[in-house]
């Protein structure tokens, strides 16, 4: 028999064992099964690879994610722990469901599995049970992998649910008002920059290319930010998520609603809307997509912000539940697809930079959560573009350099450097 033929033979078998193995839960393997130097634990990127094989050495060394359990062993998480009435909080479900790679099921855990690695490659990849071995045979297909229980995180939007499942929340994990007031800090999330800042353990290189597409910085943040905006929408639209008993669960309001410092006069420089002390619905992500869809589709970008007027309008009165429900659906049915297809090249990278910083240049007093959020995309469009990068880079590093403290945050200085930027773009 050729050897062709024999190794198509293995494949073929490593591929059918999984099928044939019981239909349980996969099982979750740990990381020690991926940190050998001949598999992902090189302490350098090798080039007689089509992957780096040092991806565990730079989650382990770089990647704040391997040190989420650890957080839960200090001082400040037992505080935060003892005021919401909990025990060890590195034995609370509350908190290994996003500070952990959670298996609470015996069963599922391998050998090697341990919650104190953190969120580790099976938090992302998914239980590498039945794709452990497979997915390093030569000539297997990334469909066989995903067939075998490997967790699809090249759909860009797929990824963006996952992130977003920990980095806003969903149904099964949240931080509520309770967990900011013992000290949670802020959440917060974008696509593109938090896939770069992670850091990346791949190369979009030829390889990369060939097998999984093209990777675009400005595509990632739209798809991201469509992504969260589904997940603010689905929260307001649930009464067990949007409600704390019988009050309104005031994670889904805007802090500033409330908070401010008074030792640096925030109140005096914020209109708060007209309404101070008047609880504001926080739709900061729909706001952020409402006017980067300006850039490609001006009549949806203005239909979704109608329907976020509404939102903010009556969600306090009755719940909003007509203008979230059509919200939801122009979401779903129009925004996404749109998102999805986006391949935008650099006179569509500047029309969204330029509708970003229009934005941010008009914005009355911006909190900096938006400021923050526009800078990102605004950064995610330049990167897209080499020539943008080149043309307008200093620009934006000095709309950055206002944005380097949130506690020393200053409106002004970031709106007059917005207002640079977006005279050049016009």
């Not at 007689?48 to 991806?55: K, T």
């Not at 690695?117 to 030569?138: F, I, K, M, N, Q």
């Not at 640096?264 to 609880?279: A, C, D, I, N, V």
């Not at 992500?285 to 109608?306: F, K, S, T, Y």
């Amino acid at each position: 028999m050729a050897i062709s033929k024999i190794k198509q033979l293995l494949i073929s078998v490593l591929l059918l064992a999984p099928a044939m193995a019981s239909a349980s839960p996969d099982r979750y393997m740990g990381t020690g099964t991926c940190s050998s130097s001949n598999c992902h634990g090189s302490t350098h990127a090798r080039k007689s690879s089509n992957v780096l094989q040092n991806e565990y050495f730079t989650w382990l060394k770089h990647d704040k994610h391997s040190q989420a359990y650890t957080v839960l062993l200090k001082a400040d998480a037992k505080r935060m722990a003892s005021l919401m009435g909990l025990g060890d909080p590195a034995k609370e479900p509350l908190c290994l469901k996003c500070h952990s790679t959670y298996v609470p099921s015996a069963e599922q855990r391998g050998e090697k599995y341990s919650a104190e690695d953190g969120v580790s490659c099976e938090s992302c990849h998914g239980p590498a049970e039945r794709w452990l071995e497979t997915h390093a045979v030569l000539g297997t297909t990334h469909q066989q992998n995903l067939s075998n229980g490997l967790a699809d995180t090249v759909s860009l939007d797929k990824r963006a649910q996952l992130c977003v499942s920990c980095h806003y929340g969903d149904k099964d994990r949240r931080v509520t008002h309770d967990l900011y007031g013992a000290g949670h800090p802020r959440l917060s999330f974008e696509l593109d920059t938090y896939g770069v800042l992670e850091p990346k353990h791949w190369v979009v290189d030829e390889d990369y290319l060939r097998r999984k597409g093209p990777y675009s910085p400005l595509a990632a943040w739209f798809i991201g930010q469509e992504t969260l905006a589904e997940g603010v929408v689905a929260t307001l639209r649930s009464p067990a998520l949007s409600r704390n008993g019988t009050f309104p669960e005031l994670s889904v309001f805007d802090c500033f609603s409330c908070h401010h410092n008074l030792d640096e006069h925030q109140w005096k420089s914020r209109t708060y809307g007209g309404k101070p002390g008047k609880l504001n619905v926080n739709v900061a992500p729909l706001v952020m997509l409402q006017h980067a869809l300006l850039a490609l589709d001006r009549p949806l970008a203005e239909e979704l912000g109608q329907l976020v007027v509404s939102v903010k309008g009556s969600f306090q009165a009755d719940g909003a539940s007509d203008a979230l429900g059509k919200m939801e659906d122009l979401l779903k049915s129009r925004v996404h697809p749109l998102v999805m297809k986006l391949e935008p090249g650099e006179k569509t990278s500047a029309a969204v930079m330029r509708e970003l910083a229009t934005f941010a240049a008009a914005a009355e007093s911006p909190k900096y959560e938006v400021a923050e959020q526009i800078g990102m995309g605004i950064q995610a469009a330049m990167a897209t573009s080499p020539d943008l990068a080149k043309r307008y880079k200093s620009l934006l590093d000095k709309l950055f350099v206002t944005l380097k403290s949130p506690n020393h945050f200053d409106p002004g200085k970031f709106t007059d450097a917005a207002k640079k930027l977006a005279q050049k773009l016009q």
